[in-house]
């Protein structure tokens, strides 16, 4: 066999091995970079699993705390009738004060009640407030991802 052609077959391994390994060479700095980018994906998933599951959290509490409320403020409510109900009877028995005691059970009772539904009214307001807001956050990471992409 000639020289030329045995130096031509050295040439084209040697070109092959070469374009071979540069291939290699991008291969493996390809899968580097899908491995990094398969971590980082799963490193957003997991925190964005822990935020989900915190988020409900807060949510379960503040429902919790709004019934405890509610709940709280209705029997208060109650028991101050009640127990302002006593004095209120006493003086209705008596001939020379139920007039009197009968105007300052009325204001007694149309101010109690107004407290007790402000209570009520503000309590709702808080948690509506609350529920707002987590619905808001809730929104906020897909709103920062479509910002990123632009």
Request: net charge positive; glycine share 8%.
């Amino acid at each position: 066999m000639p020289a030329w052609v045995v130096l031509a077959a050295t040439a084209a391994c040697m070109l092959l091995t070469a374009a071979l390994l540069l291939r290699h060479v991008r291969l493996g700095t390809s899968v580097r970079e899908s491995g990094n980018d398969i971590g980082a994906a799963a490193a957003r998933y997991g925190e964005a699993q822990r935020m989900l599951r915190q988020r409900h959290r807060i949510q379960d509490a503040q429902r919790l705390a709004e019934g405890a409320v509610e709940g709280t403020t209705r029997t208060v409510e109650d028991i101050h009738r009640g127990i302002a109900s006593i004095p209120f009877e006493v003086l209705d028995g008596i001939p020379a004060t139920r007039d009197t005691a009968r105007i300052v059970r009325e204001i007694h009772d149309l101010t109690s009640t107004t407290v007790y539904t402000s209570i009520r009214a503000v309590n709702r307001l808080v948690g509506s407030g609350m529920r707002q807001g987590l619905r808001l956050d809730a929104e906020a990471p897909k709103k920062d991802r479509d910002s990123h992409d632009q």
